[in-house]
Antibody, heavy 117, light 107 residues
Framework: EVQLVESGGGLVQPGGSLRLSCAASGFTFSNYWMTWVRQAPAKGLEWVANIKEDGGDKYYVDSVKGRFTISRDNAKNSLYLQMNSLRAEDTAVYFC??????????WGQGTLVTVSS | DIQLTQSPSFLSASVGDRVTITCRASQGVSSYLAWFQQKPGKAPKLLIYAASTLQSGVPSRFSGSGSGSEFTLTISSLQPEDFATYYCQQLNIYPLTFGGGTKVEIK
């Protein structure tokens, strides 16, 4: 059974940093692109970043470029999102998701990041 | 960036109704479009990919159609468990983008 479990969310002050993790199981993690998607409170979905199977290619939404870094450790079956210079508008539930045939077929339950003083 | 406009943004319907949601792209995305269902407090669930391919395990009352810049999601006979918010997403060009969502509520 495919499982994705996010962790690392919490309350952080504006300008602070946070590192999200996503533990994957039930599939060969190193064979799949992975994604981070976020959802601000009572708002719609926003794609954040994608990373290739080997970590060689990465893509980001403009609003996080230069502040967020997506990475992975295939030996640990884990996906990460390093978030720096956090802003109030980064407050959201962050989901990790697997990419299969170009689309996110399995999603984690999400982890809440709150940026506030 | 490609903008996706969903209509309507809100829909009130009864069990058994046929429901159609439209997603229009600001430029063509070929067939690189997916539909998701999301219930409150839950992760999105993939329903349709490649514009019209039903994801495994999704009931056949869901169907998708379209290509280029206009797409539709149809629920042939709305069931109680279908009341949720639906999102389209284009997967053709980075940055990937979602539509604003369509909330389907009970009439």
């Amino acid at each position: 059974e495919v499982q994705l479990v996010e962790s690392g969310g919490g309350l952080v002050q504006p300008g602070g940093s946070l590192r999200l993790s996503c533990a994957a199981s039930g599939f060969t993690f190193s064979n799949y692109w992975m994604t981070w998607v976020r959802q601000a409170p009572a708002k719609g979905l926003e794609w954040v970043a994608n990373i290739k199977e080997d970590g060689g290619d990465k893509y980001y939404v403009d609003s996080v470029k230069g502040r967020f870094t997506i990475s992975r450790d295939n030996a640990k079956n884990s996906l990460y999102l390093q978030m720096n210079s956090l802003r109030a508008e980064d407050t959201a539930v962050y989901f990790c998701a697997r990419v299969s045939w170009g689309v996110n077929d399995y999603w984690g339950q999400g982890t809440l990041v709150t940026v506030s003083s | 960036d490609i903008q996706l406009t969903q209509s309507p943004s809100f829909l009130s319907a009864s069990v058994g109704d046929r429901v159609t949601i439209t997603c229009r792209a600001s430029q063509g995305v070929s067939s690189y479009l997916a539909w998701f269902q999301q219930k409150p407090g839950k992760a999105p669930k993939l329903l349709i990919y490649a514009a019209s391919t039903l994801q495994s395990g999704v009931p056949s009352r869901f169907s998708g159609s379209g290509s280029g810049s206009e797409f539709t999601l149809t629920i042939s006979s709305l069931q109680p468990e279908d009341f949720a918010t639906y999102y389209c997403q284009q997967l053709n060009i980075y940055p990937l983008t979602f539509g604003g969502g369509t909330k389907v509520e009970i009439k």
